[in-house]
T-cell receptor, first 112, second 114 residues
Framework: QKEVEQNSGPLSVPEGAIASLNCTYSDRGSQSFFWYRQYSGKSPELIMS????GDKEDGRFTAQLNKASQYVSLLIRDSQPSDSATYLCAVNPGGGADGLTFGKGTHLIIQP | DAGVIQSPRHEVTEMGQEVTLRCKPISGHDYLFWYRQTMMRGLELLIYFNNNVPIDDSGMPEDRFSAKMPNASFSTLKIQPSEPRDSAVYFC????????????FGPGTRLTVT
């Protein structure tokens, strides 16, 4: 069974610091990886996608992928209180437009 | 540009009743996905369509659940009869980009079955 694992948290980070969120996946053939942010009572919002090994940066967000270790991470620099949310790691196992397999999410709290 | 639209936003029904959830994908998106989110199981894929054709329904929990996509701009997820364990938030998502497959989610329907 294809699985995506995340630490549920809560992860508490001081405002202005770097928040580091981690995710591992079981299907070695997975091709596409995504990070979604979900505020309480809202729908998941796509914030990052990554497809090849290495780092991908977008503003304050950096996604990191290591396929050999089956590991994906998200770094949030200069954390703001508005970053407080649940962050969902999602994996597309097939490489095509298949449904995503989601982790259960990490609850991030940015302390002012 | 309008995002994915879902209705109703909230639904409360009694056990045994039929429930129909509706979704309008983003215009031009060829793929439509139905997900269910609960505290216990997280976000799970139920079924997805490509060009109105169901491709993978292996996530549909049981025969009480059915989904249709009669045209490119409309899909339904039906539960008949509903049970209390069906209580969850049901999301619809769509995508069009074959290079990235980034999926965009609707606001969800919160279903409560009493």
């Amino acid at each position: 069974q294809k699985e995506v694992e995340q630490n549920s948290g809560p992860l508490s980070v001081p405002e202005g610091a770097i928040a580091s969120l981690n995710c591992t996946y079981s299907d070695r053939g997975s091709q596409s990886f995504f990070w979604y942010r979900q505020y309480s009572g809202k729908s998941p919002e796509l914030i990052m996608s990554i497809y090849s090994n290495g780092d991908k940066e977008d503003g304050r967000f950096t996604a990191q992928l290591n396929k050999a270790s089956q590991y994906v991470s998200l770094l949030i620099r200069d954390s703001q209180p508005s970053d407080s949310a649940t962050y969902l790691c999602a994996v597309n196992p097939g490489g095509g437009a298949d449904g995503l397999t989601f982790g259960k999410g990490t609850h991030l709290i940015i302390q002012p | 540009d309008a995002g994915v639209i879902q209705s109703p936003r909230h639904e409360v029904t009694e056990m045994g009743q039929e429930v129909t959830l509706r979704c309008k994908p983003i215009s031009g998106h060829d793929y439509l996905f139905w997900y269910r989110q609960t505290m216990m199981r997280g976000l799970e894929l139920l079924i997805y369509f490509n060009n109105n054709v169901p491709i993978d329904d292996s996530g549909m929990p049981e025969d009480r659940f059915s989904a249709k996509m009669p045209n490119a701009s409309f899909s339904t997820l039906k539960i008949q009869p509903s049970e209390p364990r069906d209580s969850a938030v049901y999301f619809c998502a769509s995508t069009m980009d074959p290079a990235s497959y980034e999926q965009y989610f609707g606001p969800g329907t919160r279903l409560t079955v009493t």
